[in-house]
């Protein structure tokens, strides 16, 4: 199992580190550009949660093959993009498998370190989350779990699902798929179906747009 969680977390970096390349293309940037935010995508993540742990060395420093991975994910982005258009609904399936791999990964590891599953659940929301959110603010974007998106609560169910199997005692194999499927599954029918959070909104937006209507009627 350990095995196949590594080729999954090395997946999900690539995964991860393609959908930054592909922000860094949409803004236009040179390949210095997309390589950064590619491995800013990847690694942002788990670097946050273990500075945050205070874990020495950062998981990619005494694991090169992450930095390689991302690195090299990124620029044959920079290079394939030019020449073959990756499908998006492609890399958002592929990027909800990252999720909920990098949410299991990140928890794990904080649990690990502190044996306290609320802060497991944190760090593996984290791990999960906050590489898009480096991303989506250094390519001028809305952070993407800051929309309507159903991201960062499918990655803290998972998380929540990963502490409830893991206080069960059951097997380690049924703890972890259990914990990949509810983020993945979570993630896929809201991108199938288009479903979204409920909206805060204030009852003046209400008044707001009745003011609109009403002045755009009458401008007809």
């Known amino acids: 199992m350990d095995v196949v969680m590594r080729i999954l977390d090395f997946a999900g970096t690539a995964v991860f580190a393609v959908t930054g390349a592909l ?10 550009g997309v390589v950064v935010l590619g491995c800013v995508t990847a690694l ?38 030019r020449i ?4 998006m609904t492609v890399l958002m399936y592929a990027d909800a498998l990252g999720l909920a791999v990098f949410t299991v990964i990140g ?30 603010i250094l390519s001028g974007e809305v952070p993407l ?20 199997l893991s206080g069960l005692e059951l097997p380690a194999p049924i703890v972890l798929s259990g914990a990949v499927l509810t983020t993945l599954v979570i993630r896929v029918v809201a991108l199938h179906w288009n479903l979204s959070l409920p909206l805060f909104r204030f009852e003046e937006d209400k008044e707001d747009e009745a003011r609109r209507e009403l002045r755009s009627g009458g401008d007809d």
Do not use: N
């Open 23 to 32: 922000a860094a293309g949409r803004k236009r940037m040179d390949i210095f």
């Open 44 to 81: 942002g993540g788990g670097t946050l949660r273990d500075v945050v742990l205070g874990i020495q060395p950062i998981f990619w420093v005494s694991d090169t093959r992450y930095l390689a991975v991302a690195t090299i994910a990124a620029i044959c982005t920079f290079f394939l993009a």
């Open 84 to 87: 073959w258009k990756l499908p």
């Open 107 to 136: 928890f794990q590891k904080a649990f690990d370190a502190t044996h306290a599953y609320g802060i497991a659940i944190v760090m593996g929301v984290t791990t999960g989350v906050a590489g898009g959110l480096i991303r989506d």
């Open 145 to 164: 779990i800051l929309r309507r998106e159903i991201y960062a609560s499918a990655s803290l169910c998972g998380g929540a699902m990963l502490a409830l």
